[in-house]
């Protein structure tokens, strides 16, 4: 089945062992090759002359799988990658493009998936995602195969991402093959082609690996999970609940509960995913949803308030790609438990079906998949409406802050330049502004990344630069081998003690700056 594909179009040495086995008419040697090229091996024959699977290339072997049609959905709301929707700029226009990133601390060579019969539909989503499992930054814009301005054009565009090595390589489908192209790593293009198939997946993306000079075992590999659904996680027992200052019961003699369990809460830490629910479930906060008037539209925001009748300082929360879920809610009802006004509006208020809002989405890969229908603009707008309506507050003391996560994370940076009279802004995991952005800031920004995660931290650097140029205040945290995502998913690797620090730092900057 190999042999129709399995070979390298722009590669001179299976052409020359091909010359070389008729000229001599040794038939032998014509079907030991024949063999290779069943098997796959003739892969690594034409890059170095040695089989595929020999002990030095173990890890360059393929940890991917080919999704099914019918299983595309459910792999990408299960995916725990955090993805990006990207408008790339082409002549007078723009290209739509999804980007999914590697787990992982270096930079990553850069997969751009396209297809002849299909633009950016769920099966090619989620054939990125596969390809990201294998250490790449995953690209697919909303054009097919045959437009190569289109695809140059996204190319330049990734080439200057921080988180790119300068390597890069085409991925199309057609009919019942696949084509690959690669760029980047030899004065001329190396190619190749296989079946569409399970069984020549893993080959072609060990060609890939191998190839491109990629590493998988680089890649940090984390289970599959949903993204924070409304109906996520059952309340946990009430025994299993914990108080007091230090996580322990205040009748004292418990265990102090520890950042990242999966059973139980402190009292002074955010919540991880797991236990979001529950928390949300026995919340003493009050809470209360308004839907703030935006012309013809109405921006659906949640409101929690701090115990007391005190003044205190607003905190914009700012949710990301997957929107206002039961772990967005609960680092709202966090903040409020610790003296803030959290005000979190539902980014998605009129994008959900029939007009709806977060919660008329059925999937969390709809909501995903909505997100790239909210303009750049209107997100601002939204956000400015919020703070605008929350800064009226009785209870409100005129001071305002943000924090978000991952693309919540770059909308409080760009909010602090865009709204210049936010006394703070808190950034996990996302990236700056440009510099005109930048330039308009006026409070501090405290930026918290984890280093298993290059697609952010690799833009750090050249931030901590352009804020020092600028005059401005960041100060970024970056915490080994902490993950993207490390605050809601504290049960992983070293999650639990990026958040053992990350969220009291939080609380006292915020503190620091609204007071």
């Not at 790339?88 to 590697?102: D, E, F, K, N, Q």
């Not at 565009?157 to 300068?166: E, L, S, V």
């Not at 914009?316 to 803030?340: E, K």
């Not at 990236?431 to 930048?438: I, V």
């Amino acid at each position: 089945m190999f042999g129709k594909r399995a070979q390298y179009n722009a590669n001179p040495t299976i052409t020359k062992i091909m010359g070389d086995i008729m000229n001599r008419g040794v038939f032998a040697w014509w079907c030991a090759f024949l063999m290779l090229l069943l098997t796959g091996s003739v892969i690594a024959l034409a890059i170095s002359g040695k089989p595929a699977r020999s002990p030095a290339d173990a890890g360059i072997a393929s940890r991917s799988s080919l999704p099914s049609i019918t299983g595309a959905k459910e792999l990408l709301n299960s995916s725990h990658r955090h993805p990006d929707w990207i408008h790339v700029p082409a002549g007078s226009a723009t290209i739509l493009t999804w980007v999914v990133y590697p787990d992982r601390a270096d930079r990553a060579g850069v997969i751009i998936i396209t297809a002849k019969d299909q633009q950016l539909s769920d099966w090619l989503r989620a054939v990125s995602d596969e390809v990201a499992s294998e250490g790449f930054i995953a690209v697919v814009p909303d054009v097919s195969s045959n437009a190569r301005a289109e695809i140059d054009a996204v190319w330049n565009y990734m080439a200057r991402h921080p988180a790119a090595n300068g390597k890069h390589a085409n991925l199309s489908f057609s009919g019942d093959h696949i084509d690959i192209s690669i760029s980047g790593i030899s004065k001329s293009e190396v190619s190749a082609g296989f079946p569409l198939s399970d069984q020549a997946w893993p080959v072609a993306m060990t060609f890939l690996n191998k190839t491109m000079e990629n590493d998988p075992s680089r890649v940090l590999q984390l289970p599959a999970h949903v993204h924070g659904g409304h109906e996520m996680f059952e309340p946990e027992p009430q025994e299993q609940r914990r108080g007091g200052e230090n996580g322990n019961r205040p009748s004292g003699g418990e265990q102090t509960c520890a950042v990242g369990s999966l059973n139980c809460k402190r009292d002074d830490m955010v919540a991880g995913f797991n236990t979001a629910k529950s928390t949300l479930a026995h919340s003493p906060i009050r809470t209360e949803w308004v839907d703030i008037p935006m012309g013809t539209a109405r921006l659906h925001t949640r409101i929690t308030y701090p115990q007391g009748t005190g003044k205190a300082p607003i905190v914009i929360v700012m949710t990301g790609a997957n929107g206002l879920n039961d772990w967005m809610r609960s680092v709202g009802d966090q903040l409020s438990r610790q003296g803030f006004i959290s005000i979190s509006p539902d980014l998605h208020s009129g994008f959900g079906p029939n007009g709806g809002n977060w919660d008329s989405f059925e999937f969390p890969d709809d909501v995903v998949k909505a997100t790239a229908r909210i303009p750049r603009d209107e997100v601002m707008r939204r956000y400015k409406a919020a703070r605008d309506y929350a800064l009226k507050l009785p209870q409100a003391n005129g001071k305002s802050a943000s924090i978000g996560f991952c693309a919540g994370g770059t909308n409080s940076f760009t909010f602090a330049g865009e709204a210049p009279e936010l006394n703070a802004a808190v950034v996990y995991y996302g990236t700056a502004p440009n510099e005109t952005t930048m330039a308009k800031i006026k409070g501090p920004v405290l930026g918290l990344y984890g280093q298993i995660d290059a697609r952010i931290t690799e833009s750090v650097e050249p931030t901590v630069a352009a804020m020092k140029k600028l005059g401005k205040i960041y100060e970024p945290h970056i915490y080994k081998d902490a993950t993207h995502g490390f605050l809601e998913y504290q049960n992983l690797g070293e999650n639990a003690k990026a958040t053992a620090d990350a969220w009291p730092r939080t609380i006292a900057f915020l503190k620091e700056n609204t007071k």
